[in-house]
């Protein structure tokens, strides 16, 4: 199985002056042409302490010049794993549109007015949702997974404001380097990464592809 991509290139000279506004010009792109299921779903790669690694797939929630949010349980094993190992690769694969975005960097926890707020913002089953599920722990089955909802749904009734978990709360990803991979004729793809200087600013380089 095998494609070939014939979607024009990426050059240096394309690209805006920081990764998080050429991050956002592609994001505007993978939202308004349609061929993207959910655009800002991605791909959490984290690696424990012993560098044994785990990939997940979660939806990005916010981004700017700070960095990349996602939000999750804290007892989830990538909560544990970015604990132990605050490293993390984020992966958005727009496929349909021959492009992938590669963030590496460090994550650390958003502040818990910052989660509060967007916790508000959710439906109401998934505020529930976070009460309901031990994330990444072994559950006895469907029926348990059900009752424990039903219960929630009991305790707080729609319309009334619900909590929000101690233990479920945000993780920004600071980025280091950001990769954007363009695919092209004969797999040979453009790859520009912006790398983080020490002065705060970024360069670009070239990769093979």
Do not use: C
């Not at 990426?10 to 010009?25: C, G, K, N, R």
């Not at 592609?26 to 785990?54: C, H, I, K, M, Y």
């Not at 590669?102 to 916790?119: L, Q």
């Amino acid at each position: 199985m095998r494609t070939q991509y014939r979607a024009a290139g990426l050059d240096e000279t394309d690209l805006a002056a920081t990764p998080v506004e050429q991050f956002a010009h592609w994001f505007r792109q993978a939202a308004t042409e349609g061929r993207l299921f959910e655009p800002n779903a991605v791909v959490v790669s984290t690696a424990d302490a012993r560098g044994r690694p785990s990939s997940r797939t979660v939806l990005l929630k916010h981004f700017d010049e700070r960095g990349f949010v996602f939000y999750t349980n804290y007892t989830s094993r990538k909560a544990r794993e970015l604990a132990e190992n605050p490293h993390v690769s984020l992966l958005f694969p727009w496929h349909p549109m021959a492009r992938q975005v590669i963030v590496t960097g460090v994550a650390e926890r958003t502040g818990r007015d910052e989660t509060a707020a967007y916790f508000r913002t959710r439906p109401y089953g998934s505020q529930l949702g976070a009460w309901a599920s031990a994330q990444s722990s072994v559950v006895a089955g469907r029926d348990a997974l059900d009752a424990g909802y039903a219960e929630l749904a009991a305790r707080h009734p729609r319309g009334e404001p619900v909590p929000v978990p101690p233990h479920w709360g945000g993780f920004r990803v600071v980025p280091r380097a950001v990769e954007f991979w363009q695919g092209r004729e004969n797999r040979l793809h453009d790859r520009l990464r912006y790398v983080a200087r020490d002065d705060g600013g970024w360069q670009v380089e070239r990769l093979s592809p």
